[in-house]
């Protein structure tokens, strides 16, 4: 049965936290790594070490994605495996009647033991939940002989106890054991390519133990092997007229590779798919390489431990975390929304200003507008202590004819800032709002009065002058 993350009901578990029995997705752990690998991860709550899930919780049903399997032959490595072991048969061919019987022998037997090795390798990996195939270095780098010999073994048990059987001298007991057999042999392959053991293969109980963690599913999974199987004979009972002698072997071993492909691929997959049950663990090679990529350990912390009502700590974590990066205007938001939600009002004052700050280097000023808002609710006498913030806002408000808040913005600027350089411009604005917004000439003409007589050299003068004469002064 899969598990869902507490905090994300949609998102599958890849943690497990035993002491507390509860899963968690890559979102809400605080994991040391930041892409892929097995790691370790810990609790943001409790701290507990979690226990790893692997993508026993997030891969797809093998049946909802059975192109894949048959797609799987045509990638780069597959498809330089079947034409070397092609071109490979072939020449073998070529030479059969050169080369004694012995040497044809052994080239057969090496052919066989490399065809064996790749199969079992791409069960392997398929079952470590790697997408790509083995590549022709890791297929070459020995023999094989050794995983062909266990195989080997693996079928000589099976036989023996199909002869044991025969000598009861009961028809019905021979068909039920060859039935057995050949139902057994799936699971009895993926138990040898992922254990490497002879034991282990042909032993009842790890038999028995994988078919169960497996399920129904692995009546279906026999059920698709056994047409596999079919759908390869029907091939070459079709065909086989229609192929000239000097190429059958090379056509056989072709086709051969390409269907064993597909069923191996199929057989890891299983593999991977039921691991929590099995007692596995691997992880999908796609998700390993994007795994916590683009994921904020900060706000995935903050995130559960807002979830969990720990709103203290989590204003500690943010409040700690923009002393040492005082820019981030991601984690001002989340604190801001976090101190006014709690309704801790002195303290999200106080926090405005640095936010405020980082929004206004930021140059994003209608955004500067919509957080002003927020804090004018909390204290509509709130003013933000930076000069140049004042103005930035003072405009914002004065295009949606907000003429008092503008007014009051700018108020006494050269008292509250007198080595602000932008006081002039600041008081023209602030004229403008008086004469167009509130239609109060006599101060609007003080504040440009106030112009002429401290900054004679301002360089919007001619517009000082204008509004004065519309002022009557």
């Known amino acids: 049965m899969r598990q869902y993350c507490k905090f994300h009901p949609l998102e599958p578990a890849l943690w497990y936290n035993p002491r507390a029995h509860m899963a968690y997705c890559e979102r809400c752990v605080d994991s040391g790594e930041t892409r892929g690998g097995l790691g370790q991860a810990r609790c943001y709550l409790t701290g507990d070490e979690l226990q790893y899930l692997g993508s026993a919780n997030t891969a797809k049903p093998f049946w909802e994605i059975l192109g894949q399997f048959f797609r799987y032959p045509f990638k780069p490595d597959s498809l330089m495996m079947i034409g070397i072991f092609v071109v490979a048969s072939w020449v073998m061919l070529s030479l059969m009647t050169s080369t004694g019987l012995v040497l044809m022998l052994v080239g057969a037997l090496l052919i066989l033991a490399c065809i064996t090795r790749y199969g079992f390798l791409i069960l392997e990996y398929t079952a470590e939940g790697r997408a790509e195939p ?15 010999f266990q195989q080997v073994v693996v079928q000589i ?6 002869v044991l059987v025969g ?11 060859l039935a057995l057999v050949v139902f057994v042999t799936p699971a009895s392959l993926m138990i040898l390519a992922t254990e490497k053991s002879i034991a282990l293969a042909i032993n009842p109980q790890s038999i028995s133990h994988l078919i169960r963690s497996i399920g129904w599913s692995y009546l279906l999974l026999y059920a698709f092997l056994f047409l596999l199987w079919g759908a390869e004979a029907a091939v070459f009972e079709v065909f086989a007229d229609e192929i000239s002698p000097q190429y059958f072997l090379p056509v056989f071993v072709g086709v051969t590779l390409y269907f064993m492909m597909v069923a191996y691929n199929l057989m890891g997959y299983v593999i991977f798919q039921y691991q929590s049950a099995i007692g596995f663990v691997a992880e999908d090679a796609v998700a390993r390489e994007k795994r916590r990529s683009t994921i904020d350990p900060l706000d995935a912390k903050v995130e559960v431990l807002v979830k969990e009502g720990r709103y203290d700590k989590a204003v500690d974590a943010l409040s700690k975390h923009l002393r040492t990066q005082p820019g981030s205007v991601r984690h001002h938001e989340k604190l801001s929304r976090l101190l006014i939600a709690m309704n801790d009002r002195d303290q999200a004052l106080t926090h405005a200003q640095p936010y405020m700050e980082a929004v206004h280097k930021l140059g994003d000023d209608a ?5 002003y808002n927020d804090y004018e609710k909390l204290d509509p006498k709130f003013l933000p202590e930076a000069p140049a913030i004042c103005v930035s806002l003072a405009h914002q408000l ?5 003429f008092n808040q503008t007014c009051h913005l700018i108020a006494n600027l050269h008292k509250r800032a007198p080595s602000f350089t932008d006081i002039p411009d600041a008081y023209l604005l602030m004229a403008r709002a008086l004469f167009d917004g509130l239609k109060d000439q006599h101060k609007a003409a003080q504040y440009l009065k106030f ?11 001619s517009q000082v ?4 004469a519309e002022c009557g002064a």
């Open 451 to 461: 112009i002429k007589a401290k900054y004679p050299d301002f360089k919007e003068m």
């Open 398 to 402: 004065y295009r949606r004819g907000k």
């Open 134 to 148: 083995p590549t022709l270095s890791e297929t070459f780098a020995s023999a094989g002989f050794e995983v062909l």
């Open 157 to 162: 048990v099976f036989v023996a106890f199909l």
């Open 367 to 371: 955004r500067l507008y919509f957080v």
């Open 167 to 177: 000598r009861l001298g009961s028809s019905f007991f021979d068909i039920v054991a």
């Open 465 to 468: 002058d204008t509004l004065l």
